[in-house]
């Protein structure tokens, strides 16, 4: 009886008790969500708190709920609930008597120690004998007394549990009309389905809960795939902690060698990081709650109809069968939200700066990527090149791996739909223009050609083994050659040329972009540096050496150029973009291999700042600046 008694006080505890009053449910309400509540405590939350609102989270797991015309009222019942407690009620009450039913209709008090499910009845020893000989009895289940805590006795009273027709009274509900899809009792059969295809309750109840179980399957599924959500998103806010402590660190250690004018400055920047790195763990946290929220409502679901299963009636199984199916199909087709990209800090180096502080410090530089695609190549091919076009479509130049003379151009969307896909024979660089055409530099013909978008061309000038190709501020167009820089009208005409005098064996000028004011800006994979002239041709610097160091490059090919004029570098066999100040000095790795970058070929900038990257084999990854 003890069992018995821990059962009863398990079931009061974590299925009969309401979680805002913390007692047992009075007139229990279910949710969407299939969480249970008290109706007073359902209407008194609703006031207290979103009066004159359409929708309120549910107090357990968030999930917005309509709040019907009339209230909690309006809410439906939880009928499994209220099927237990009256269980765990008949039980108390047998408790506190325990005598044999049979033996009370004579007037003598005897201990019972078995109970009969069909007839509701506890009986004695004796009795029980001659209840399993009687011809009316003896198919009869009896259980011991000290069973009722077991999950067979559990079950068996929800399936005897009787269930009567709301026609006829009288009669028990045992058939149901597949044609009319509702429940009924014989008289119901005889007299309004006799020609409906009819099937007995139990087999449809067992049919309907198979049904619910099959369903609970695919939720668990579900629920493994946000599982794995969660952890990759914990994941990520973990590495952001990380670098942002290795941040902090840089920043202490820099700190270190400072005067004390900087500690002020310092002490700053510190918290900055800090706030950044609250600002984006929250986001993860938000996003690890709205899983989790999820999460919770399949459990929710998985319970109720469980409840549903092992504890509903016949007819309440059925009834509850649309509602149950319609949760876990919407469940179903809830799918975990995208994780985001962590935020990537960079403290950057900086040289030539006003404040101490600064120079001393560095300035932190945050970027996030937020968009990644696949360039449709095949296989042997490979990007070499990307430009952005004035409504923010992305150009990229596609390579064979032997026959560099079949490149193709492809133009895409920002969101990565291709848009048009066009060949480009003995193409060595291309820039788009203002008014959206395409100027290609084909090296292997001499001269540089304007198409448009789907590859029409418009006309084309002579220039002399063009490599690479860019436009000044006035429309000018500067190519590259192996032995000089040519500047050229808007009409074709060679306005300047800027020889090389540099002694390179192997000149390869490579890629070319103009600053925002008009300094041309060479990039030579073959010296591994970068060379910087004028608007009117005068040598400025040379930036990078071969090495893996800060300032060093190794096979440097994609270059361009900031809103505020600071270059940034495709360093390609580092994997890392620098970023380097207008006047040459090495400012920081924007993105390095451990950033997820991988042979970067060339980079650009679009007209909202944000930044565009090329990757060998052929992913174009778009970054933005915080």
């Not at 369903?215 to 668990?220: F, K, T, Y």
């Not at 920047?269 to 919770?296: G, H, S, V, Y």
């Not at 004028?534 to 610097?541: C, L, M, R």
Request: net charge positive; charged share 25%.
């Amino acid at each position: 009886m003890s069992s018995n008694s821990n059962l009863q006080d398990i079931l009061k505890a974590h299925h009969l008790t309401c979680a805002i009053c913390s007692h047992l449910y009075k007139n229990p309400k279910s949710l969407k969500c299939f969480h249970t509540f008290c109706e007073s405590c359902l209407q008194m939350y609703i006031d207290t708190s979103f009066k004159g609102k359409n929708t309120f989270p549910c107090p357990l797991c968030k999930c917005p709920v309509e709040i019907p015309a009339h209230g909690a009222k309006d809410f439906p019942n939880n009928f499994c609930v209220t099927n237990i407690q009256e269980v765990v009620q008949a039980e108390d009450k047998k408790q506190k008597e325990s005598r044999c039913d049979i033996c009370a209709y004579e007037g003598e008090h005897v201990k019972a120690n078995y109970c009969c499910i069909e007839c509701d009845e506890q009986v004695c020893t004796e009795c029980s004998r001659a209840h399993k000989k009687a011809k009316l009895t003896r198919d009869h289940k009896l259980f011991r007394l000290d069973e009722k805590h077991s999950d067979e006795y559990q079950k068996a009273v929800c399936i005897r549990q009787l269930m009567y027709c709301k026609k006829h009274s009288e009669k028990r509900i045992e058939y149901y009309c597949t044609e009319c899809v509702q429940t009924a009792c014989s008289k119901c059969i005889f007299q309004k389905h006799s020609k409906h295809t009819c099937k007995d309750i139990e087999e449809v109840a067992d049919e309907t809960r198979q049904s619910l179980k099959r369903g609970i399957s695919n939720l668990v599924a579900s629920k493994t795939v946000f599982d794995g959500c969660i952890s990759k998103n914990e994941n990520k806010m973990l590495k952001t902690k990380d670098k942002t402590n290795d941040l902090k660190k840089l920043v202490q250690h820099r700190k270190n060698t400072a005067v004390s004018a900087i500690q002020n400055y310092a002490d700053s920047l510190i918290k900055d990081i800090e706030i950044n790195c609250q600002e984006d763990t929250k986001a993860f946290d938000l996003l690890t709650e709205e899983m989790n929220t999820t999460r919770a409502s399949i459990d929710s679901t998985c319970a109720f109809t469980e409840q549903v299963i092992n504890h509903g009636k016949h007819v309440e199984v059925i009834n509850m069968k649309d509602q149950c199916q319609a949760r876990i199909r919407e469940l179903s087709k809830t799918n975990a939200a995208p994780i985001p990209n962590e935020v990537i800090s960079v403290l950057s180096k900086e040289i030539c700066t006003k404040e101490m502080a600064r120079q001393m410090l560095g300035t932190l530089h945050r970027i996030r990527l937020i968009r990644v695609f696949q360039v449709a190549v095949t296989e042997g091919e490979h990007l070499f090149k990307v430009c952005v076009a004035p409504n923010g479509d992305i150009v990229v130049g596609i390579s064979p791996k032997t026959d560099w003379q079949k490149r193709k151009i492809s133009i895409y969307t920002s969101e990565g739909v291709r848009i048009s896909l066009f060949n480009m024979d003995g193409m060595s660089g291309f820039v788009t223009l203002k008014d959206g055409n395409i100027a290609v530099a084909q090296m292997s013909n001499n001269k540089v050609s304007l198409y448009t978008r789907k590859g029409t061309m418009v006309r084309w000038f002579h220039s002399t083994k063009p490599t690479g190709i860019a436009v000044n501020r006035k429309g000018e167009f500067v190519t590259t050659s192996p032995n000089a820089v040519n500047i050229y009208s808007q009409a074709g005409k060679l306005q300047q040329t800027i020889l090389d005098n540099t002694k390179s064996e192997r000149k390869c000028r490579n890629s070319i972009t103009t600053s925002i004011n008009d300094s041309i800006v060479v990039s030579d994979p073959n010296d591994h540096c970068l060379r910087v002239y004028d608007s009117n041709g005068n040598p400025q610097y040379a930036y990078g050496a071969k090495g893996v160091g800060e300032g060093e490059l190794n096979s440097p090919r994609g270059v361009a150029a900031s809103k505020n004029g600071d270059i940034l570098i495709a360093d390609v066999n580092n994997h890392r973009i620098h970023l380097v100040s207008p006047e040459g000095k090495f400012k920081g790795f924007l993105l390095t291999k451990e950033d997820s970058l991988n042979w970067p070929q060339d980079v650009a900038v679009t007209p909202k700042g944000n930044l565009i990257i090329a990757e060998h084999l052929g992913k174009v990854k778009i970054y933005k600046f915080l």
